[in-house]
């Protein structure tokens, strides 16, 4: 429903409503301001209303309770997500989301290797999230010093394991 103006039709909302295992909806610049006119949409698990004309945090509360099962939700390019409060708002009001405005909302911490110049293994898988790149790895065992201690394996010692790493393969660069 891309680019059609959702609000102006007639019936839109009912039409979706009627819907019963609707469980995804992607609505970008669909003109949409609020979500009092919207039904409840229970088995609506999935919303991307990217660039539309939401500015009120209220209407995350009102999202919430007409969408209960919500679990990815996308308003970038609303007004409303450069409010103050914005944030806290989805926090409490849509608790269950494992995915907002295109970010995992999954905390994860890389593991530390261990205190000093500990064993790394470079053949290890790493799956993170640093809020850009789904499932972006730790670039230290690649031989880049990371850049976020999110991602990273050991953020003390990034340097060193960065220049270990770029020894095994070969390569030189600063520090190894």
Request: net charge negative; hydrophobic share 40%.
């Amino acid at each position: 429903l891309s680019f059609v103006d959702l609000p102006s039709i007639d019936g839109a909302w009912a039409a979706l409503a009627a819907c019963a295992g609707l469980r995804s909806l992607v609505a970008e610049s669909a003109g949409m301001s609020s979500f009092e006119d919207m039904p409840m949409l229970p088995t609506l698990q999935n919303l991307e209303l990217v660039e539309n004309d939401v500015e009120d945090v209220a209407e995350v509360e009102t999202l919430a309770q007409r969408c209960p099962g919500l679990r990815r939700l996308d308003l970038r390019e609303n007004p409303l997500v450069t409010e103050p409060f914005y944030i806290k708002a989805v926090a409490q009001h849509l608790p269950g989301l494992v995915w907002h405005n295109n970010q995992s909302t999954k905390k994860y911490t890389a593991q530390a290797a261990g205190r000093g110049r500990a064993h790394v293994n470079f053949d290890a898988e790493v799956n993170a999230v640093d809020g850009l790149y789904k499932n972006e790895g730790c670039s230290c065992i690649e031989g880049n010093p990371c850049l976020d201690p999110t991602t990273c394996i050991d953020w003390e010692h990034r340097e060193a394991v960065a220049a270990e790493a770029r020894r095994r393969k070969g390569l030189r660069g600063p520090a190894g």
